[in-house]
């Protein structure tokens, strides 16, 4: 009986032991898949910062004023009021500067709702985003096979030549060439003639606008980098049914291939470049194009500088807008 005994019980034990083994495994074998990388997950690409504006105008502004216009395959939003007058003297396009909507609270906002009750239709636009002024992405260099990152962990520092042979790579890639074989100079050229085109398609879309509505001459405001937009519209497209340009407070863009003094000589409107004398860098700017303008022959270019006023911004706007209404409609000026 105890011999029996002896040789049963291990029996037993190994009985219940298998089971447990079995559970463990399986259960070690559920697990794995989760440890598994995840499908990389597609984000949506982000909207344009100046979509972003545009529908929080959307939100803020009279439906009434509200009118989407077609610039090649994207639509844009853009501001109209109509002249309050049965015959209107025309339209004054205003093209906002960069970062600015098209209900600026400066200069554009109150010019744009001022003019309509002088017998302008008033029609404001915004710029798109630019790609000459996003970021460049950055271009990291990949690990060799030599030096594998465990996950969690920094690659360890090498002490071979490779180090030294992978800088003067890159410094060679840098050197006037793209790391994608492009050559920055070519790249930034693209980019600039993409943002014309875009800039130009909207314009074109206002003209034709403010063509529907009778408008017996039309001027183009720009405010800020608008000016340069607006200048090197007329300068390359020179469209016929544009009158008039007025600059206010003119700035070149930061990426801009040339100064927008170098435009002028190739305009062919009369144009008004109000700037303010009390700001340094603006009359530095302004001084520039006056000796620009100088030099050429029969140019029908005036200057007109205004001063800021700190702390009364409404009196501020309304010497603005009584100099631009003097300039273009002179005849009608109280």
């Not at 504006?53 to 009434?64: G, I, T």
């Not at 790249?187 to 034709?208: M, N, P, Y």
């Not at 029908?300 to 800021?308: A, H, K, M, N, S």
């Amino acid at each position: 009986m105890f011999a029996l005994y002896r040789t049963t019980l291990p029996a037993f034990c190994l009985s219940l032991i298998l089971p447990c083994s079995a559970h463990a495994a399986a259960g070690e074998t559920a697990v794995a898949p989760a440890s598994a990388p995840s499908a990389v997950v597609q984000r949506q690409p982000l909207a344009e910062r100046s979509q972003e504006d545009a529908k929080a105008l959307e939100r803020q502004v009279p439906q009434a004023e509200q009118q989407m216009l077609q610039a090649g395959n994207e639509s844009f939003l853009a501001l109209w009021k109509p002249a309050n007058n049965s015959e209107p003297a025309g339209a004054l396009i205003i093209l906002a500067g960069a970062g600015e909507t098209a209900d600026w609270p400066k200069t554009v906002g109150p010019l744009r709702r001022k003019f309509p009750d002088v017998g302008w239709h008033s029609l404001s636009l915004s710029l798109p985003d630019l790609l000459s002024d996003s970021p460049q992405a950055r271009v990291e260099t990949p690990l060799s096979p030599s030096e594998p990152a465990a996950t969690g962990q920094s690659a360890p520092a090498k002490s071979t030549p490779d180090d030294a042979n992978a800088s003067v790579e890159k410094a060679t890639i840098s050197d006037g060439e793209a790391s994608d074989g492009s050559n920055p100079e070519q790249a930034s050229e693209a980019e600039d003639k993409t943002d014309a085109e875009r800039i130009f398609a909207r314009l074109d879309a206002a003209v034709a606008y403010a063509q529907q509505h009778n408008a017996r001459s039309i001027v183009l405001l720009g405010n800020g980098t608008g000016a340069y937009w607006a200048t090197r519209y007329l300068s390359e497209r020179q469209p016929a049914q544009v009158q008039k340009l007025v600059m206010v407070a003119a700035q070149t863009p930061a990426q801009a291939g040339q100064h927008l003094e170098a435009l002028m000589p190739s305009l062919k409107v009369p144009t008004a470049d109000f700037f303010y004398k009390n700001q340094v860098q603006s009359g530095k700017s302004a001084e520039q194009r006056l000796q620009a303008s100088k030099r050429l022959k029969d140019t029908d270019y005036r200057q007109v500088g205004l001063i800021t006023l700190p702390g009364n911004a409404a009196a501020e706007q309304e010497q603005l807008f009584r100099r631009v209404r003097g300039w273009i409609s002179p005849e009608n000026v109280d």
